[in-house]
């Protein structure tokens, strides 16, 4: 189906049922379900398969039962356990039944995934997947060496192309349009910005499904692209909606030391232990049934503690080993090629015959944009905002709670996205288009020339540095008080730093310049609400770690965070209100988080 357009006053306007924001894999996903059923555009910043789940190394967790007894309700138990009981069970029970289907989905779709010696699709261990409820580690990761995420981006990629959905690539979307229908907001598009021409396009969409992705660059180190600024995130809280969870950011235990470029958990999967500078291994010592296949919260902080108590190895004794060596040539090389390739380009290290330095990297967004579980975007603890959906790693259903477990999202940009996709294409077929108001597009207009006509001395890069280094330093994976008021006022310093950005590009065509203005505007709007989520959170559950408050408090903070925005504009100080949001129980009473 042809996009509707036509140019008014210099701005172009496209219309189509569904409007999809990100080509990753939950918008990919999305995508192909609306497609075949209503006209259905897909915008995105990056070209489609360059988004960052094109990353993913490790795998995507089913419970096929392949290699080794397996069930979904041990997966949802892990899942729970694992997200340090703030996940909602109901969300997560769907997570895991439909973990099934979305692997077949893909398989049918012609992913190439490593087979068993019988032709099964291969599963391979993981941080925090157990059989039988804790026993022992389990084989529920499904994989394709350690391109998982490529395999999949590329498998959506080509099924978007067979289902005609029209994508727009370099495209930068930058307000979301709502309109007032007897006295409810409702969607009414998206703006944005072409890249290739400077040209702003108004898309009007009966239903908008926001899959932008996350949000690392908050962060130094981390094993994020650069594009992962959450604009989608950021976009919507500007809109005045609320965002979820937003102090529960997860560090991944193997980041490169220095880098943070990722060495997937699925190394560990395949038996790489952890060693400290005497070649201890020490994960015996924090989680004795599981040890190296803790979750990510357990792990990464183990290892900073390590670091902390002086067993940290290098010149510096600032980071830990991942000990390869005993996996052979042959496992590394088939089953691991790139983690093994990266260890050899970034550090000169190679894993077949060295240990490989590494230290926690940030890495994953447990918060985001609120949803039901039919992926329907939330205005407050229960209202949706028709029309408006969110999924994948910019949205909390929450399946993840406290802390995500390694190859959940791959899983819950399938499973989310698919439900976006199938929930966003209905409303389409029985709404109407909601009018664009006449000034749709001058918020964008008006903050591109802001920045594109700024005078000021500040630089972009300076402020991001900045932003970045006082994150790392103060929000990380251990967390006080006193260091999160010292990021709160770093925050606040660089929020009024932000309006006098001079931009050096002042050209129409490619400015990536200006762009990078505008997703630090999002970046320092992020890293507030984490920061000030994280304060307001005075106990330590998940990838939350207050030292402060070191013990997890169920009787006070078992609920999700609200956070909101009050007022605030560029450059103006943000004024956040925080609300609580109960998390659902069906099965399982939190208990002492052991492995
Ligand atoms: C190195 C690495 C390895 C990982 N390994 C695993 C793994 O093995 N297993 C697992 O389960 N998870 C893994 N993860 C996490 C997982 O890959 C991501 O959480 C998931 O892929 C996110 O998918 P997404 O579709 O939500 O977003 P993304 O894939 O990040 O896509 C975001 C899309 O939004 C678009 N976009 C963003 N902003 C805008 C804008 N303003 N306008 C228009 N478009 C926009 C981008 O162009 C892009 O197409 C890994 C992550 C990383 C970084």
């Known amino acids: 189906m042809a996009d509707q357009s036509s140019v008014t006053d210099g ?3 496209h219309q189509h049922d569904v409007v999809i924001v990100g080509a990753g894999g939950a918008g990919m996903r999305a995508a192909i379900e ?18 960052h789940t094109g990353a993913a190394q490790g795998g995507m967790a089913a419970a096929l039962a392949n290699v080794e007894e397996d069930s979904n309700e041990w997966h949802t138990y892990d899942t729970v356990k694992g997200g340090d009981y703030l996940t909602d069970q109901d969300s997560a029970e769907i997570l895991t039944r439909e973990a099934i289907d979305a692997v077949y989905d893909l398989e049918n779709m012609g992913l190439p995934f490593n087979r068993t010696a019988e032709g099964k699709i291969d599963q391979r261990r993981f941080g925090g997947h157990t059989r039988d409820h804790g026993k022992a580690p389990v084989r ?22 067979k289902h005609g959905v029209q994508f727009f690539n370099e495209f930068y979307v930058l307000d ?22 400077g040209e702003i396009h108004v898309f009007q969409g009966k239903s908008v499904i926001f899959a932008t992705g996350g949000f690392g660059k908050i962060f130094k180190t981390t094993s994020n692209a650069h594009t992962l600024t959450g604009d989608g995130v950021g976009i919507v809280w500007r809109k005045g909606l609320p965002l979820e969870d937003m102090e529960f950011y997860q560090f991944h235990p193997t980041g490169l030391a220095g880098l943070g470029i990722l060495l ?26 599981i040890k190296d296949l803790a979750p990510r919260d357990i792990v990464a902080r183990s290892m900073v503690q390590e670091v902390l108590d002086g067993r940290g190895a290098g010149p510096h004794k600032d980071y830990v080993y991942l000990d390869c060596t005993h996996l052979g040539a042959e496992v590394l090389e088939t089953k691991l090629p790139d983690i093994t390739e990266f260890a050899r380009t970034y550090l000169g290290v190679d894993p077949v015959t060295e240990r490989v330095p590494v230290y926690p990297t940030a890495h994953y967004a447990m918060g985001g944009i609120p ?48 439900r976006a996709g199938n929930n966003a294409v209905a409303y389409a077929q029985t709404a109407d288009f909601v009018d664009l108001p006449a000034d749709a597009a001058d918020g964008v207009v008006k903050l591109l ?44 310093e660089l929020r009024t730093r932000y ?3 001079r931009i050096h590009d002042r050209g129409r065509r490619f400015n990536t310049d200006l762009l990078e203005a505008v997703e630090l505007g999002f970046l320092l709007d992020l890293a507030e609400i984490l920061v000030v989520s994280a304060l307001n959170r005075k106990e330590s559950r998940g990838a939350h770690m207050r030292d402060d408050y070191p013990k997890r408090d169920d009787e006070n903070y078992m609920q999700h965070t609200m956070a909101y925005r009050v007022a605030g504009d560029i450059g103006l100080p943000q004024e956040i209100r925080l609300d609580w949001k109960p998390v659902r129980f069906t099965h399982y009473e939190p208990q002492e988080r052991k492995y």
């Open 11 to 13: 701005i172009h306007y």
């Open 34 to 51: 609306s497609a075949p059923k209503a006209s259905t555009a897909v915008i995105t910043k990056l070209y489609p398969t360059r988004s």
């Open 140 to 161: 529920r990761a499904c994989y394709a060496a350690d391109r998982t995420g490529h395999m999949i981006l590329q498998t959506l990629y080509q099924n978007c192309v």
């Open 176 to 197: 979301l349009v709502m309109a007032e229908v007897d006295g409810a907001k409702r969607v009414s598009g998206v703006v944005a910005y072409e890249l290739a021409t």
């Open 264 to 289: 997937t958990e699925g190394a560990r999967g395949e038996g790489a232990i952890l060693r400290n500078a005497s070649g201890e291994r020490f994960m015996e010592r924090y989680a004795p049934t």
């Open 371 to 418: 949803t039901n579980n039919d992926a329907e975007v939330l205005a407050d603890n229960e209202t949706v905002v028709p029309g408006l959906y969110a999924a994948g790693e910019c949205a909390c259903v929450s399946v993840h709670g406290a802390n995500r477990l390694g190859t959940n999202s791959l899983l819950d940009i399938n499973v989310f996205g698919k």
């Open 449 to 492: 020339a802001q920045l594109r006509e700024g005078t000021g001395t500040e630089n972009v890069a300076e402020i991001r540095k900045a932003l970045q280094e006082t994150m790392d330093r103060n929000a990380q994976v251990f967390r006080t008080d006193e260091t999160l008021q010292r990021a709160l006022a770093d925050i606040a």
């Open 499 to 501: 309006p006098n950005v």
